[in-house]
């Protein structure tokens, strides 16, 4: 059984979670149809760190508001990386035909003009 002060700890969680969710939204940083998925994947982080809380350093609800601010920029930076990764990725180590003479790899290549 919780006691009442995680249920309100619980209960301030969801609303911080919330807010921050709507907030995203709004600003079009993230799509509506995500709501519900974000909303579980921030709780989740959340519940994941919670331990670490030291009560001696600072208040639980000012732990919580910190760590999922940090959750939210860190689900904001994954969804940059994730766009700019969806190129095709090829190895430096690649060889290629400079000229039917001359094979080179690619990494050889970086910063030579022609």
Avoid at 14 to 29: E, T, Y
Avoid at 89 to 99: A, G, K
Wanted: hydrophobic share 35%.
């Amino acid at each position: 059984m919780e006691r009442s002060d995680d249920i309100e700890n619980n209960l301030f969680l969801w609303g911080i979670v919330n807010r921050r969710v709507r907030d995203l939204i709004a600003s079009r940083k993230v799509p509506s149809y995500e709501r519900e998925d974000l909303r579980q994947e921030i709780h989740l982080r959340v519940h994941k760190r919670l331990p670490r809380h030291r009560p001696h350093l600072g208040h639980r609800n000012q732990f919580i508001v910190t760590i999922v601010d940090r959750i939210v920029a860190n689900i904001l930076r994954e969804r940059r990386a994730e766009k700019r990764a969806h190129g095709k990725s090829v190895s430096l180590s690649e060889r290629i035909e400079r000229s039917r003479e001359c094979p080179a790899e690619l990494g050889d290549l970086i910063g030579q003009e022609d």
